[in-house]
């Protein structure tokens, strides 16, 4: 049976943060969030959190299994390998890719996406290309036919470790659709990169009472103390692996 399957992209071994996705927003670590905001999807079918083989990921592979979510495991340099092997074990199509430093992205975001790509015009949605969103209100739907020519195809290191910049590269291969939010908000960040993210996001989470945390509410709160965007304000939005290819 064919699923819609949402890939958790994890991994301990930030370069800027280490261990993130284990850091605590409350009484529960980054990684609670991501689970909990994704299985508010009214469209996902299955979730699976995919880590790496390395030792030091084995405690994401201890929390997911405490969250009773299963775990796929890979290479920790080949990315898109890992996502693709994980979407043919699990029979994923489409993919809802999402990364586990977006412990705020919001599920009506992600299940707008997947009604798009439920169209059956088009082989990835996106709000990557163009970003309206904040940061951390990220999603990528990728149908299993778009993610096997990119395994198959790209061959630049970046492209194996960012899965879906072959796809942006090679557009005229591709029908892309990108979601773009109706106010350009993407001076605003929630995704957790440095310790100031962490600190912006605990501040949401605590404020915040009712689950899941939607953008609407994040953005309503923001309205009310503007200066909650202090905490974080010098984190510019970067496409670093939206690079030409050469």
């Not at 991994?11 to 299985?39: A, C, F, W």
């Not at 990528?140 to 879906?164: G, M, Q």
């Not at 440095?194 to 609407?216: A, E, G, T, W, Y």
């Amino acid at each position: 049976m064919v699923l819609i399957g949402c890939i958790i992209q994890a991994r301990m071994n930030s370069t800027r943060l280490y261990g993130k996705v284990l850091k605590k927003l409350d009484e529960n670590p980054v990684l609670y969030y991501v689970l909990k905001q994704i299985h508010e999807s009214k469209l996902i079918d299955k979730v699976v959190v995919a880590t790496s083989e390395l030792e030091i990921d084995n405690a994401i592979v201890k929390y997911a299994k405490k969250m009773n979510v299963e775990v796929f495991r890979g290479s920790p340099t080949d990315v898109l390998d890992r996502h693709y092997k994980c979407a043919k074990k699990y029979s994923f199509d489409p993919i809802v890719r999402v990364t586990s430093d977006n412990p705020l992205n919001d599920p009506q975001v992600i299940d707008k996406a997947i009604k798009k790509m439920k169209s059956g015009k088009f082989d990835c949605i996106t709000t990557s290309l163009l970003q309206t969103f904040p940061k951390g209100i990220h999603v990528e739907v990728i149908s299993i036919d778009a993610l096997e020519k990119a395994w198959k195809n790209s061959s630049i290191p970046y492209e194996r470790e960012y899965v879906t910049p072959y796809i942006y590269n090679n557009s005229k291969k591709f029908k892309i659709y990108n979601l773009v939010n109706p106010k350009n908000l993407s001076h605003i960040s929630f995704t957790i990169d440095k310790n100031n993210d962490l600190k912006f996001v605990r501040k949401i989470v605590s404020k915040i009472q009712h689950r899941p945390i939607l953008m609407k509410d994040i953005l309503k709160l923001i309205d009310k103390e503007p200066k909650l965007l202090e905490i974080n304000k010098n984190h510019p939005f970067k496409r670093s692996y939206l690079k030409i290819r050469k």
